[in-house]
């Protein structure tokens, strides 16, 4: 997909010039004659990257900058300025700007630092997800997890919302790895990493938090929706048989022990929910295991 760039510059005529050579380089184009109305875009919608001007009569490159690499996913930017003045470039790196170009440009030059702006910036979001995703299971690590539980959190105060949260733990599961091997354990972990994603709705945020233990927090939802989901899930996994492509006569059975609480109080954090959880988890365990606790 063709990236997007938005080009900041209250001189008309330099709107229109780099328009013109963008569009012409490939790629979509966007264009503000100051800061104010490029805030107001990038708060509307996603872009690339960002040409940036210095020198404006009403919010100055430096503030239009400031405010830009403050947003929560700021593109990366590069200065675009008439300026050469070494003091210009030294603040504006310093302050965040991926790179500095002067006016008048060499469009090929410009070009070869705008792709190279877009590469880091794909490099970065490929670590940073990464960071944020389990290898084996590819759903979300405790990192992600915790990250998007957290927005979901801070939402629902906002909005009134109760949040549920469960806490579900592979009964046994030491039994399935000295059974079946290491490697056989792992495939267990996918596809219970697999059946949570077809089991719960797309607006649920689940994560692997640990080894053998998973977490599931819902947006929105009643005790009884959330509990009816969690005993779906439990269901369908203690109904499913797991082979392994290794060992196609061995079959797998798994249960799951499942605590689930929902927030009544608008300042309950996701660390006390998740504590309050896994201690229902662990009750579910001592009351016989494959089960849902509330
Ligand atoms: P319980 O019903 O009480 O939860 O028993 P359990 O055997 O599931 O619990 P325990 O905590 O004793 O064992 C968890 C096991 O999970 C031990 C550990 O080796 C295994 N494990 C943790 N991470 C991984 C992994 O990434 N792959 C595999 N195959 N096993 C893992
Ligand atoms: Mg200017
Ligand atoms: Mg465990
Ligand atoms: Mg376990």
Redesign the pocket.
Known sequence: MNSTILVIDDAKDTLMLLEFDLIEAGYKVLTANGGEQALEILNRQAVDLVLLDLHMPKMSGMEVLANITALETAPPVIMLSASDDENDVVKTLDVGAEDYVTKPYVAKVLYARIRNALRLKEKTQELEALLRTDS?THINNRVGYEELATKVISHAKRNKHRTAIAML?????????DTH??????V??VEFAKLLISCFRDYDVIGRI????FAVCMPNVRLETALAACERFRESLAQLTISLPDDPDATINITV?IGLIVSNDPDSMLDDLMREADKLMYRA?SAG?NQTVT
């Open positions: 084996l733990d592979i009964d046994h599961f030491k039994a399935v790895n091997g290491h490697d056989g354990g792992d267990v972990l640990g080894g053998e233990e022990s365990k295991r």
